[in-house]
DNA sequence: CGTCGGTTTGATCTAGTTCAACCGCCGTGG
DNA sequence: CCACGGCGGTTGAACTAGATCAAACCGACG
């Protein structure tokens, strides 16, 4: 692995890390931090596709189909490490069972995206807001970023307005029932979560259900 | 490859191929005819993920991590190339290129479920279904099922209104604005698509644009 | 000849959008 | 030191895209 390590790359919140129509030349993994995958159209309209945290593997589709179709921006500050892309090959070559986790978190990702057009498709608003809140925390509880102290979820009402195809003001009286029934509690840019069964009995929504992860 | 090749598997329309919550032992490759991928809710409500062709692989999720978290069902008479899913692994060991090329078309499928979701979450009803009519014709050119004469997309209108996220009624209201545009022509459970790049225009979008393909 | 799945149409209703303010906080520049 | 502007969040009122309800049509098929 180490041979096809490059190096390490801090970026701070709001920084954009892939975007949208490059080639670019790397591949990272996420180390620390948040961030999250999104589209835009030319007028202007945007669309989060997936957040990504530790252990997520970030501009595969760009490595392996050359452009980028999607952009990638941190909402906190992220430490990232770097691959070099065209490595990617040799990589298979040399570590089938390497080659075998970045399929396996490939696998894993178009997961996460079947449940959430399962959610913009079919559940409402206030189903999606509950989903996806309780997804972030049991992703964050998976990689055990949640500890004695509670989480708090670095997002703003417009990441989770984009995310749930929802106008934003919808969103905030959406966001603010869910907090009256105490299942969560907003603060300045970052969401609390009180209740996660509770979100998850809100949403209709089962939990994630994933089996043992390969470590990149 | 032949040794990883179990058999062939011919199914009629409308045939369950894989089922949410098992744990299939096969992976399949779809050789001929049209399938679609789809999540239910417990209380019946359904979306559909995406749709299959042939080159396409179906089963993978199950294979890589476990359960299948979805369901294909057939919407035309099916033929499939059937593998043994436990045989994965060693096709990453011994032929690390097919092992990649499994990892393109796992990017891939990433890259058109990006692209529902932003329909889902950004597009009006209007532009959803006429990207989706777009979307699968130039599916269905690129692996040449469209020649002299025109292609006849095997869909209901219940299929269109599972995958846009819209009601039955609505998702017939805005077909027949299409058709009134002369951007497609409706028959009984089948779409013809009168003008690709109207369509494209309608929906604001640009186009799939993929690089070189592997043959599984 | 009845029935069933797929499609069509009109009327009514509602979830979510848009518009328009306003508040509190913080960083900037005079 | 204070005024100003911008961003994130909040709230109410008016509006509309799309849902729901209800009914009918049509061809295939037993």
């Given at each position: 692995?180490?041979?096809?390590?490059?190096?390490?790359?801090?970026?701070?919140?709001?920084?954009?890390?892939?975007?949208?129509?490059?080639?670019?030349?790397q591949?990272?993994?996420?180390?620390?931090?948040?961030?999250?995958?999104?589209?835009?159209?030319?007028?202007?309209?945007?669309?989060?596709?997936?957040?990504?945290?530790?252990?997520?593997?970030?501009?595969?589709?760009?490595?392996?189909?050359?452009?980028?179709?999607?952009?990638?921006?941190?909402?906190?500050?992220?430490?990232?490490?770097?691959?070099?892309?065209?490595?990617?090959?040799?990589?298979?070559?040399n570590?089938p069972?390497?080659?075998?986790?970045?399929?396996?978190?490939?696998?894993?990702?178009?997961?996460?995206?079947?449940?959430?057009?399962?959610?913009?498709?079919?559940?409402?608003?206030?189903?999606?807001?509950?989903?996806?809140?309780?997804?972030?925390?049991?992703?964050?509880?998976?990689?055990?970023?949640?500890?004695?102290?509670?989480?708090?979820?670095?997002?703003?009402?417009?990441?989770?307005?984009?995310?749930?195809?929802?106008?934003?003001?919808?969103?905030?009286?959406?966001?603010?029932?869910?907090?009256?029934?105490?299942?969560l509690?907003?603060?300045?840019?970052?969401?609390?979560?009180l209740?996660?069964?509770?979100?998850?009995?809100?949403?209709?929504?089962?939990?994630?259900?994933?089996?043992?992860?390969?470590?990149?």
């Open positions: 692995m180490s041979g096809f390590k490059v190096g390490e790359l801090v970026v701070d919140s709001g920084s954009l890390i892939l975007s949208e129509g490059s080639h670019s030349a591949l990272f993994t996420v180390l620390s931090g948040w961030a999250f995958r999104y589209k835009t159209m030319e007028d202007g309209r945007r669309q989060i596709l997936n957040y990504m945290l530790p252990g997520d593997l970030l501009g595969l589709q760009g490595s392996v189909m050359g452009e980028m179709q999607h952009s990638v921006e941190a909402m906190s500050p992220v430490v990232l490490c770097v691959f070099q892309r065209d490595k990617l090959p040799d990589l298979f070559r570590h069972d390497l080659g075998y986790d970045v399929t396996w978190l490939a696998s894993r990702e178009e997961r996460m995206l079947d449940e959430n057009l399962l959610s913009l498709g079919r559940r409402s608003a206030l189903e999606r807001a509950a989903y996806l809140i309780a997804f972030l925390h049991q992703r964050a509880t998976a990689i055990g970023m949640v500890g004695r102290k509670p989480l708090m979820i670095p997002i703003t009402q417009q990441h989770v307005a984009d995310t749930l195809g929802l106008s934003i003001v919808h969103t905030n009286k959406t966001l603010r029932r869910l907090a009256q029934k105490k299942l509690r907003w603060h300045d840019r970052a969401c609390e979560v209740d996660e069964g509770g979100l998850m009995a809100a949403a209709g929504w089962e939990g994630i259900g994933e089996g043992t992860r390969p470590l990149i």
